[in-house]
T-cell receptor, first 114, second 113 residues
């Protein structure tokens, strides 16, 4: 049990719709990173939020956006969903004062776009 | 850019067999290296890590040594159990890049009784 929780665990959306995924970081962690894991592949870095500011972005289009709140929880928003957005979305929390290279992952949100 | 290459699976073994999963990396600096494990339907769990050359990470009977000269971080376990069946991911993170990982494609390991 990592203390990182994601919601919902599963959801199904239609192509063109918008979706919001949520992540509660581990207590004391001020950094949240989001990853997309397509079936049979390794996770791909989407972006990271540190103290409510975006702190790095991977090779994802602008329709992937995020937020971090004062309590360091985070949202991932995806607009204009495409079939290829079907994947497991993982968030990871990390923070100063802990091993700076370590991150703790949630169980993920399985998104299916039909 | 940084990249991680690991051996393709599935790797199928009998219980008590020796496991090796090869992992090599490309990085411009001196990254930290990790092995994460993913059980069916779950997120990623840190298995072990090494933060500098020649460091050995170990946990639950698994070991991996950070080899800068061969840019490798191979995972080994001397005697696997059925409960070790999972997907294993090798990953790197550059210094100062907390939470930003470059993952390999993953290697599925299946251990049969």
């Amino acid at each position: 049990e990592t203390g990182v929780t994601q919601s919902p665990t599963h959801l199904i959306k239609t192509r063109g719709q918008q979706v919001t995924l949520r992540c509660s970081s581990q207590s004391g962690h001020n950094t949240v990173s989001w990853y997309q894991q397509a079936l049979g592949q390794g996770p791909q870095f989407i972006f990271q939020y540190y103290r409510e500011e975006e702190n790095g972005r991977g090779n994802f289009p602008p329709r992937f956006s995020g937020l971090q709140f004062p309590n360091y929880s985070s949202e991932l928003n995806v607009n204009a969903l495409e079939l290829d957005d079907s994947a497991l979305y993982l968030c990871a929390s990390s923070g100063t004062g802990y091993s700076p290279t370590e991150a703790f992952f949630g169980q993920g949100t399985r998104l299916t776009v039909v | 850019g940084d990249s991680v290459t690991q051996m393709e699976g599935p790797v199928t073994l009998s219980e008590e067999a020796f496991l090796t999963i090869n992992c090599t990396y490309t990085a411009t600096g001196y990254p930290s290296l990790f092995w994460y494990v993913q059980y069916p339907g779950e997120g990623l769990q840190l298995l072990l890590k090494a933060t500098k050359a020649d460091d050995k990470g170990s946990n639950k009977g698994f070991e991996a040594t950070y080899r800068k000269e061969t840019t490798s971080f191979h995972l080994e376990k001397g005697s696997v159990q059925v409960s070790d069946s999972a997907v294993y991911f090798c990953a790197l993170s550059d210094r100062g890049s907390w939470g930003k990982f470059q993952f390999g494609a993953g290697t599925q390991v299946v251990v049969t009784p």
